[in-house]
């Protein structure tokens, strides 16, 4: 089975700031859009941000001024600033390719934004 291995998560206070990381098998990392994808308690998984196999990224809008997303080929691993952190941040986040694979998804690493 395919593992993306997420990491990075952890609590912090709102307006505070996290950086994850997802390192990718090599083959996946060079062939594939690579995105985040967040999951919040009860609602669906949904997408945040995407980095192309060329390095163009694209930020969920209402995020776009506070998170970022970025790469490093030479770790086969993206990343993801998240600023200005706020409560309804919290969730379980993911990294998978985009479109995502079923098959790919890992454990997550969760992000709590609580004072």
């Known amino acids: 089975q395919v593992q993306l291995v997420e990491s990075g998560g952890g609590v912090v206070r709102p307006g505070g700031s996290l950086t994850l990381s997802c390192t990718a098998p090599r083959d996946i990392f060079r062939s594939y859009a690579l995105g985040w994808y967040r999951q919040s308690s009860g609602n669906h998984r949904e997408w945040v941000a995407t980095?192309?196999?060329?390095?163009?990224?694209n930020i969920q809008n209402l995020r776009e001024d506070r998170f970022a997303i970025s790469r490093d080929i030479s770790k086969n691993t993206i990343y993801l600033q998240m600023d200005s952190l706020r409560p309804e941040d919290t969730a379980l986040y993911f990294c998978?390719?985009?479109?995502?694979?079923?098959?790919?998804w890992g454990q997550g690493t969760q992000v709590t934004v609580s004072s």
């Open positions: 998978n390719t985009v479109p995502f694979r079923a098959d790919y």
């Open positions: 980095i192309t196999t060329s390095g163009i990224t």
